[in-house]
């Protein structure tokens, strides 16, 4: 199995800055796709930045010049820099990766952290 932990959340207030962190632990061989989504109360889950082994990555509109996605491989650690945030990027921040692990003969599996809320005052 492979446990994500997010941690970075918080109380902000619009135009500031703040730093998700998700690491990874368990049993993995590979990480294929990391990504961050978020849901606000009553909506969808929606895909905030992802991430993609070679470096490729899809991001919401909403997000774009302002949030970036790194990751860190030897670490097993997704980072989401959030730049002028805005009272509309309020809600819980959840990581996801897509990964194997050892002993899973080839099999690729989704993964979720906890959450993390992210909340932007005006």
């Known amino acids: 199995q492979v446990q994500l932990v997010e941690s970075g959340g918080g109380l902000v207030q619009a135009g500031g800055s703040l730093i998700l962190s998700c690491a990874a632990s368990?049993?993995?061989?590979?990480?294929?796709?990391a990504a961050w989504y978020r849901q606000v109360s009553g909506k969808t889950r929606e895909l905030v930045k992802n991430?993609?082994?070679?470096?490729?990555?899809n991001y919401a509109d909403s997000v774009k010049g302002r949030f970036t996605i790194s990751r860190h491989n030897a670490k097993n650690t997704v980072y989401l820099p959030m730049n002028d945030l805005k009272p509309e990027d309020t809600g819980v921040y959840f990581c996801?990766?897509?990964?194997?692990?050892?002993?899973?003969?080839?099999?690729?599996?989704?993964?979720w952290g906890q959450g993390t809320q992210v909340t932007v005052s005006s």
């Open positions: 996801n990766a897509v990964a194997r692990i050892i002993g899973s003969s080839g099999r690729w599996d989704t993964y």
């Open positions: 991430i993609i082994t070679g470096g490729s990555t």
């Open positions: 368990g049993s993995i061989f590979s990480i294929n796709v």
